[in-house]
């Protein structure tokens, strides 16, 4: 039976010399299973973008159908950059003071996510399916399992929730709250990163409409949909071929000289509040205060990658942290010595690798976040370089993230601790090699244990037998 897909990212992008997979972990792991099964992939055009609103992929041997459900300029104000990344997205993470409730953004998304349905619905019909397989992704979504189920009764309908589901007393704040559970009860299975966030999704279901949890199935009004625990992973072959690559020591090591010889500590986050930046600068600079001898002998490295431009909550934090940078440099800084490179800008995947490679610690310090990534990524490389003769990293990782409770071997900290934070980093910083190596040998293995292709396998399974 054919896959639909339905995300708010297409799975593929224009290059100069046609198409190309997108870059991220979803693409990655969604495009094999897509060509394999065949289907379509359900996403949306921004207001000024010129792409087809119907193709089959790849050109040469079609397995799958993109199809595009284009979005006017006030639709996806309203939709995206509002409802999803003004209300939910901040919600999802706990950060209440930047929900910014508003009835036309809870209009617009509900308007956009009935058309994905029914591009959905009408992609499933035209391929002559009555009851395909159906899996939705993320907050941007919320409503639409209802509808599908609507159109196809049938049908089976996943789910993944790729952000925190938070406290039910939290969810609650949201005047639409019970029409998005209502919504997203339309599925059978709905996967999140942890058991906390499962649980805490089927205790709002419980709290909110009153529904019986039986086990980790919710149930309302006959209908049953498990939660369950699918924790998402990288494509580690992808990352450990990258640190492989003939030339990535070669780069690792003129990273290395550029940023003059001294031990690095990294960060790599899209430029999101939830990221916990700006603590993190402030915790580097506590550290820089209580250890002068350390002046001249570290330095740290943020890449801090454009992210939802427009929305003002991120204008304002790239305001705040050029600030922080230039605060930090300004003082500490010592003749040849920059105690911190601050690069507002996106790398390519093998330059993000060499960096991974060429860090010392990974600073990983999200205020929360569904799983995060990065601290995948940096294990794979730097274990795969370990494994072969290279110098094994440390991660300093945020306790308040879904990967703390998968990636054994890492330094868990409070990010909202800047003493505890700065205490860390020394830490990691002087942990011998023999212990960074264990350390990075046991997370490693979680790495692998949760690869992305294993992620989607264990998910569709499940749906299929449920
Ligand atoms: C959401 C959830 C969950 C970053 N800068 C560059 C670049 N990146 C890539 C990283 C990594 C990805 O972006 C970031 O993934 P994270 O998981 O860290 O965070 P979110 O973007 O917030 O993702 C999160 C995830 O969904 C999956 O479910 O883990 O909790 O918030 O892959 O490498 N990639 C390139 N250049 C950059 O400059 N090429």
Not at 8 to 15: E, Y
Not at 24 to 35: D, F, I, M, N, Q
Not at 451 to 462: G, K, N, Y
Request: aromatic share 10%.
């Amino acid at each position: 039976m054919s896959l639909v897909l339905v995300a708010n990212r297409a799975p593929i992008r224009p290059t100069p010399d046609g198409w190309a997979p997108s870059l991220g972990g979803l693409a990655s792991a969604l495009l094999p299973v897509l060509e394999d099964r065949g289907g379509a992939w359900v996403a949306m055009r921004e207001p000024d973008e010129d792409t087809p609103l119907t193709q089959t992929y790849p050109p040469d041997a079609p397995a799958f159908t993109v199809r595009r459900v284009p979005l006017d300029a006030p639709e996806y104000q309203a939709f995206y950059q509002g409802m999803a990344n003004r209300v939910l997205w901040p919600l999802a993470h706990y950060l209440v003071e930047h929900v910014e409730p508003d009835r036309t953004f809870r209009e617009a998304y509900r308007a956009v996510n009935r058309r994905f349905a029914h591009a959905a619905l009408d992609v499933a019909r035209e391929a002559g399916e009555t009851a395909p397989t159906f899996w939705v992704q993320d907050y941007h979504m919320m409503l639409v399992p209802e509808t599908l189920r609507a159109g196809m009764p049938d049908a089976r309908i996943g789910f993944f929730w790729h952000v925190p589901w938070p406290a039910s007393e939290v969810f609650r704040i949201l005047p639409s709250a019970r029409d998005l559970l209502r919504g997203m009860l339309g599925s059978d299975l709905i996967g999140f990163h942890t058991e906390g966030y499962a649980e805490n999704f089927r205790e709002s279901a419980r709290d909110l409409l009153g529904a019986e949890i039986d086990g980790e199935t919710v149930v309302l009004d006959g209908r049953r949909c498990r939660a369950e625990s699918h924790p998402i992973g990288i494509d580690v072959a992808r990352f450990e071929g990258l640190a492989l690559a003939p030339d990535a020591a070669a780069l690792a090591d003129e990273l290395r000289h550029d940023f003059g010889g001294v031990q690095i500590v990294l960060g790599v986050d899209r430029l999101d509040y939830t990221k916990g930046l700006l603590l993190r600068m402030e915790a580097y600079e506590r550290f820089l205060e209580r250890y002068p001898e350390r002046h001249g002998e570290v330095t740290f490295v943020q890449i801090a990658t454009p992210s939802r431009t427009g929305v003002p909550a991120y204008d304002r934090l790239k305001r705040d942290m050029d600030e922080a940078a230039g605060r930090i440099n300004g003082q500490f800084a010592r003749g040849a010595w920059t105690p911190l490179h601050y690069r507002y800008q996106s790398f390519d995947q093998p330059e993000l690798a060499a960096f991974y490679q060429a860090a010392d610690v990974a600073f990983v310090t999200p205020l929360r976040d569904g799983m995060n990534l990065v601290a995948h990524e940096f294990a794979a490389v730097s274990g795969a370089r370990a494994d072969a003769g290279g110098r094994p990293g440390a991660l300093v990782l945020s306790e308040l993230t879904g990967a703390a409770d998968y990636l054994d071997g890492a330094l868990l900290v409070n990010p909202y601790d800047a003493d505890g934070l700065a205490r860390s980093l020394a830490d990691a910083l002087d942990l011998p090699e023999p212990d960074r190596r264990a350390r990075l040998a046991r997370t490693q293995a979680a790495v692998r244990d949760l690869d992305v292709h294993a992620w989607a396998r264990r998910f569709l399974e499940s749906l299929d037998e449920g």
